[in-house]
């Protein structure tokens, strides 16, 4: 089927608006795809612009068929697939570029526009910020623009249809908003996509040696936010269960079940009960990190026999959790099963790790007394909490405990629990998170990466597994109080006082007003998460029992009568009204019509000017010269270029020519 040409005029009109918007459509994929992807559509719209003013040749079928194939063969060069969201949104960015390049046709450029509108959307696959939700907004008002040039909008200046394009989202908003809120919403997405590799995410890992938690020490990228119903827990209890690892083969500690753990009864649990929601950002794993210990949490997360929560699928986008915890915990008897494990060691330790074990057992060898011997060991000797210590040659443990003497939190928990273990008391390691900042804006804690976190557990008979952490005996300041740290020129922590900071604070007022700003931005966000991307069946359940709404057929009642007042606002908003015409000469000729209209002469809608006229002589021979040199001049005015001041008088004069009866 042959499609009518492009006429040049409305192309010329509408090509670099429309190149604009899509060259901003595809900005936003230059942070979550390979550059050259949407480099390809940047391309294609300055090709398309230059063959606009004969600067560029249009592309033929050939050299179509070719950057077809050379933009596939792109997209599969970086992703070795053209499904998935990389994938699939890569090829649709590339199909974009293509269909510019390729418009011969009307319907061609209404095809360009809507595919523009979808690929639009699928930056949502990438991001649901803010600053997105914004941007997405300003680049559909462009596209809108587009629309309504291609359809009437040539009287328009592109002020005027910018200006009716933003009017025009702007009436949407109210309507999405009513639909967002009281249409049915389902537990996760519409669709799933196959799952892209993970890639590009900062976190905790599944396993832990030496600088695996110290590349994470300096990033503020936020891991939670937590939302508490009644009193915050003082930083010495924030601490935020992870992955817990039982088997060291001399560097690394994993979790190494080989067989699984028995099931065990939940532990019995005292003390203060805080009640909180978590609000996790994605990190591609299934842990959810409870604050200890957690006592209750919804079905659809199951709680692994190590204490931490996992959910049922790794965490691909935010999810919020209601969760409480009691900071007390006792434990039942210790499987063999487990008790081998927590024992285990690789291999004969060090000659010196075991005469200082055996030193610390003569002083007294219950298990208690045993870790709080190494934890003055720790608090006592020249340890420094270091983001960068040296590297270590040969038995990492003995080397830290005996040479370097520097580390982070991962250091110092592996080498208190092979202490222990050395000792023939069971122990592990447990990573998770530890701290936060409290936003006195929003009234969260938020937990960043660089509050991530190891620490030791043992067993203690009658208590069962024990908190011990040895960063507390190092650096005190990490666990105590909520202080800003940093790497110092030998990688040493430096923590800043309360003082200082204040100090800080006062002498530098662009410091504290940029750490103002951006405690409200994160409290605008993690707003935006809650009320909006967190918007899921059970808060929606919650708001409409809020507005009285308790089943579905009330809400159908209530969805048809707020779709119906918007319906009536907008006929009104839109139903069209008498403005005063502008053109003078329209004016002019307006006036005659009702003349003639007044004598049963009425001009029909779709009815020429000339037309008109030449109805009239026929009807009314005596008002054929009067009305014709009227229309005639009126013609020559509006379109034909007649200067206007001399022309309008004359107009004027013929106009009072013609009799109102």
């Not at 639909?179 to 049915?184: A, C, G, N, R």
């Not at 660089?450 to 005190?476: L, Q, Y």
């Not at 204040?502 to 931005?521: F, K, P, T």
Request: aromatic residues 10%; proline residues 8%.
């Amino acid at each position: 089927m042959t499609h009518p040409p492009l006429p040049p005029e409305l192309l010329r009109r509408n090509l670099p608006l429309l190149c604009a918007a899509l060259a901003l459509v595809v900005t936003p994929h230059a942070a979550d795809l390979p550059l050259d992807i949407p480099g390809f559509v940047w391309l294609a719209c300055g090709w398309r612009l230059a063959a606009l003013d004969r600067k560029a040749p249009i592309p033929s079928r050939i050299s179509l068929l070719l950057l077809t194939l050379a933009g596939a063969g792109l997209v599969y060069l970086h992703f070795h697939k053209f499904y998935g969201r990389e994938g699939g949104t890569a090829l649709f960015l590339v199909g974009l570029g293509l269909k510019l390049l390729e418009m011969r046709s009307l319907r061609d450029l209404y095809l360009v526009v809507y595919l523009a509108l979808f690929v639009a959307v699928t930056e949502y696959l990438f991001s649901q910020s803010i600053p997105i939700a914004v941007y997405t907004l300003g680049v559909v008002t462009l596209l809108m623009s587009c629309l309504i040039g291609l359809n009437g909008g040539e009287s328009l200046s592109l002020a005027g249809r910018l200006r009716l394009g933003a009017k025009m989202v702007m009436q949407a908003i109210p309507v999405m908003v009513v639909l967002f809120l009281l249409l049915p919403r389902i537990a996760g997405p519409l669709w799933k996509l196959p799952e892209d590799e993970p890639a590009g995410k900062t976190g905790l890992s599944d396993s832990m040696e030496p600088g695996e938690i110290s590349r994470l020490g300096l990033s503020r990228e936020t891991a939670f936010r937590v939302d508490f119903e009644g009193a915050l827990p003082p930083p010495r209890e924030r601490y935020w269960r992870g992955p817990v690892f039982w088997r060291f083969d001399g560097r690394r500690w994993t979790a190494g079940y080989d067989e699984p753990l028995p099931a065990r009864q939940p532990p019995q649990t005292a003390g203060a009960t805080y009640r909180y929601a978590v609000t996790l950002e994605p990190h591609r794993r299934r842990w959810v990190f409870p604050l200890e210990t957690v006592e209750t949490f919804p079905a659809e997360l199951t709680r692994a026999e190590d204490g931490f929560l996992l959910a049922a699928e790794p965490v691909r986008e935010r999810r919020r959790y209601v969760l409480s915890s009691r900071p007390a915990a006792t434990f039942d008897t210790l499987s063999e099963g487990e008790r081998r494990r927590a024992l285990q060691i690789p291999g004969m330790p060090d000659e010196r790790v075991r005469d200082l074990v055996n030193g610390w057992l003569l002083e007294n060898p219950s298990a208690e007394a045993m870790a709080h011997r190494a934890l003055r060991h720790f608090r006592e000797e020249p340890f420094i909490y270091s983001l960068r210590p040296p590297a270590i040659a040969g038995d990492p443990v003995a080397g830290f405990l005996f040479d370097t003497r520097r580390g982070f939190c991962e250091h110092y928990a592996g080498a208190f629990v092979y202490l222990m273990r050395v000792a023939g008391i069971p122990a592990r390691v447990v990573t998770g998170y530890q701290g936060g900042h409290w936003n006195p804006v929003g009234h969260f804690l938020e937990v960043a990466q660089a509050d991530a976190h190891a620490w030791a557990e043992i067993w203690i008979d009658g208590n069962g597994w024990t908190r011990f952490d040895p960063t507390a005996a190092v650096a005190p300041e990490r666990i105590e109080r909520e202080l800003e740290f940093a790497a110092g020129a030998d990688g040493a922590v430096v923590f800043a006082s309360p003082v200082a900071q204040a100090w800080g604070d006062r002498l530098s007022s662009l410091r504290g007003l940029m750490r103002d700003a951006g405690l409200m931005w994160d409290a605008v966000d993690h707003a935006w998460v809650q009320w909006v991307l967190a918007y899921g069946p059970e808060n929606q359940g919650r708001f409409l029992e809020r507005l009285g709404v308790v089943d579905w057929n009330r809400l159908v009642y209530w969805l048809t009568g707020l779709l119906g007042l918007l319906a009536l606002i907008s006929f009104a908003l839109l139903w069209p009204r008498s403005r005063p015409v502008a053109d003078p000469a329209l004016r002019l000729y307006l006036r005659v019509a009702g003349k003639l209209e007044r004598q049963g002469l009425v001009r029909a809608p779709a009815e020429g000017m000339r037309d008109f006229a030449a109805r009239v002589a026929h009807t009314r021979p005596d008002l054929a010269e009067p009305f014709g040199r009227f229309t005639a001049l009126f013609l020559a005015i509006r379109y034909g270029g007649t200067a206007q001041a001399a022309a309008l008088e004359r107009l004027k004069a013929l106009g009072r020519d013609i009799p109102s009866r």
